[in-house]
């Protein structure tokens, strides 16, 4: 790891692609045969890893035309794509349609008809799938919950019951089934099987209620993983029976693919791969705390913190040239007193990466290692704010060192408004 720093300096991000390929390869075991698996780009959008996952039959969702690019560029089969989110504009789908894509989940009926003259503009059959906000979900054990609260995400299991056009083929619109994502970073990994099996009862409900029998089911996800911290993946090997049952009992057809079964996961495929480094710029105390200020802010971690969606991030000493991982080393266990803030270098109280670090005596030029940052990192962060540039990534395979680059903010001149 010391060796990339010196060469390119910090923030950096390095990524290894082996630790995406068994992330990959170890969630397909847990997940029931046969079934499809989607990657979310939003959890970290750069193409050699979105290629690394394609290469292993891992497909492409995506939520927005910067994410269409990225997948496109990674090689991803245009057909193969998922379109989910809400708030897609006429726009967004014209473009993805044009480019190839076919297959969008729908969030409203409003959406619908969007989607339907995209559709039409673009003189293209497109196959959809209607995002269920079902009710029910198991309490207890859940990161964030998308839906089985009041959200903006799907239609609420009631309102999909009733329009009848919600589920009919209309122009150039085809139904071809039902999404869900519940809730995301389950890390239990019984509640996230009742997730599933509550998804599944949800949807045998639908088809009872409308007639309408689904040629897939997007179960999502909510696959888990650690954040910024050290720690390790739970282990999902359970749900395979779980889910199997399931299904047999809902669509006993499913092995045969009537419906189909998809998966969706971000985080859990790509967060053990990452690791930030990061330079200690300042070490001083205030009122009794000591203060270290890192060169990675808000901007290269942890943009979403304002949410209150993020934990603690744990940096380590980075002391060796990357071997071990030194799990384990950044759990905080010195009195509070003692405990270090974990700042940035952005001119503002909020960019604060950990209130109560545990790092002993760093000094100015210390480097730090912040690991399981491959998924959320960069590209959830407050990238242009202060206007400092963008961390560099690289991609290593084993030893071998196969990608570098640094994303750019740019300004564009719009025609038309200069005078
Ligand atoms: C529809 C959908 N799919 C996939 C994801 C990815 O979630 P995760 O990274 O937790 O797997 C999300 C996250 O918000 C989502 O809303």
Same mark, same amino acid.
């Given at each position: 790891?010391?060796?990339?720093?010196?060469?390119?300096?910090?923030?950096?991000?390095?990524?290894?692609?082996?630790?995406?390929?068994?992330?990959?390869?170890?969630?397909?075991?847990?997940?029931?045969?046969?079934?499809?698996?989607?990657?979310?780009?939003?959890?970290?959008?750069?193409?050699?890893?979105?290629?690394?996952?394609?290469?292993?039959?891992?497909?492409?969702?995506?939520?927005?035309?910067?994410?269409?690019?990225?997948? =496109?560029?990674?090689?991803? /089969? *245009? +057909?193969?794509?998922?379109? #989910? @989110?809400?708030?897609?504009? %006429?726009? $967004?789908?014209?473009?993805?349609?044009?480019?190839?894509?076919?297959?969008?989940?729908?969030?409203?009926?409003?959406?619908?008809?969007?989607?339907?003259?995209?559709?039409?503009?673009?003189?293209?059959?497109?196959?959809?799938?209607?995002?269920?906000?079902?009710?029910?979900?198991?309490?207890?054990?859940?990161?964030?919950?998308?839906?089985?609260?009041?959200?903006?995400?799907?239609?609420?299991?009631?309102?999909?019951?009733?329009?009848?056009?919600?589920?009919?083929?209309?122009?150039?619109?085809?139904?071809?089934?039902?999404?869900?994502?519940?809730?995301?970073?389950?890390?239990?990994?019984?509640?996230?099987?009742?997730?599933?099996? =509550?998804?599944?009862?949800? /949807? *045998? +409900?639908?088809?009872?209620? #409308? @007639?309408?029998?689904?040629? %897939?089911? $997007?179960?999502?996800?909510?696959?888990?993983?650690?954040?910024?911290?050290?720690?390790?993946?739970?282990?999902?090997?359970?749900?395979?029976?779980?889910?199997?049952?399931?299904?047999?009992?809902?669509?006993?057809?499913?092995?045969?693919?009537?419906?189909?079964?998809?998966?969706?996961?971000?985080?859990?495929?790509?967060?053990?791969?990452?690791?930030?480094?990061?330079?200690?710029?300042?070490?001083?105390?205030?009122?009794?705390?000591?203060?270290?200020?890192?060169?990675?802010?808000?901007?290269?971690?942890?943009?979403?913190?304002?949410?209150?969606?993020?934990?603690?991030?744990?940096?380590?000493?980075?002391?060796?040239?990357?071997?071990?991982?030194?799990?384990?080393?950044? +759990?905080?266990?010195?009195?509070?007193?003692?405990?270090?803030? %974990?700042?940035?270098?952005?001119?503002?109280?909020?960019?604060?990466?950990?209130?109560?670090?545990?790092?002993?005596?760093?000094?100015?030029?210390?480097?730090?290692?912040?690991?399981?940052?491959?998924?959320?990192?960069?590209?959830?962060?407050?990238?242009?704010?202060?206007?400092?540039?963008?961390?560099?990534?690289?991609?290593?395979?084993?030893?071998?060192?196969?990608?570098?680059?640094?994303?750019?903010?740019?300004?564009?001149?719009?025609?038309?408004?200069?005078?």
């Amino acid at each position: 790891m010391i060796e990339y720093a010196e060469r390119y300096g910090t923030p950096l991000y390095v990524y290894r692609l082996e630790k995406v390929r068994e992330a990959a390869a170890a969630l397909r075991r847990a997940l029931p045969e046969p079934c499809r698996l989607y990657y979310s780009l939003k959890a970290n959008p750069h193409p050699r890893i979105v290629e690394e996952l394609a290469a292993v039959g891992v497909q492409a969702e995506i939520s927005s035309s910067g994410e269409l690019q990225a997948a =496109l560029a990674a090689g991803q /089969a *245009a +057909a193969d794509i998922l379109y #989910t @989110g809400p708030g897609k504009t %006429l726009r $967004d789908m014209r473009m993805a349609i044009r480019a190839g894509v076919r297959r969008f989940s729908v969030e409203s009926m409003a959406e619908r008809s969007r989607l339907a003259d995209a559709a039409a503009d673009e003189a293209k059959d497109v196959d959809y799938l209607v995002r269920i906000n079902a009710p029910g979900a198991a309490a207890g054990g859940t990161g964030l919950r998308m839906t089985g609260v009041p959200s903006q995400f799907g239609i609420d299991f009631d309102q999909a019951c009733v329009p009848p056009e919600l589920f009919r083929a209309a122009g150039r619109l085809r139904p071809l089934g039902m999404h869900f994502f519940p809730a995301t970073n389950v890390a239990d990994p019984a509640a996230l099987a009742r997730e599933f099996e =509550l998804s599944v009862e949800t /949807a *045998a +409900a639908v088809r009872a209620k #409308t @007639g309408f029998v689904p040629s %897939l089911i $997007d179960l999502g996800g909510g696959f888990a993983a650690p954040f910024a911290r050290p720690g390790d993946l739970p282990d999902y090997s359970g749900l395979r029976q779980v889910l199997e049952t399931a299904l047999d009992r809902c669509f006993p057809e499913w092995r045969h693919g009537r419906p189909a079964i998809a998966f969706e996961s971000g985080r859990h495929l790509t967060a053990q791969c990452g690791t930030l480094l990061t330079t200690v710029l300042d070490v001083k105390r205030s009122g009794g705390r000591t203060y270290v200020i890192l060169d990675a802010g808000t901007h290269v971690l942890g943009g979403m913190s304002g949410l209150g969606r993020i934990m603690a991030p744990a940096a380590v000493p980075c002391t060796d040239a990357g071997r071990g991982d030194g799990m384990g080393e950044g +759990a905080c266990s010195e009195p509070a007193e003692n405990a270090t803030t %974990l700042v940035g270098p952005l001119c503002t109280p909020l960019d604060v990466l950990n209130r109560s670090a545990s790092l002993g005596r760093p000094e100015a030029g210390d480097l730090l290692r912040i690991p399981n940052t491959g998924a959320y990192g960069l590209t959830a962060s407050l990238l242009a704010f202060l206007s400092h540039p963008p961390a560099t990534e690289v991609i290593v395979d084993g030893a071998d060192e196969v990608h570098v680059r640094r994303l750019e903010v740019t300004a564009t001149q719009l025609k038309g408004v200069e005078e």
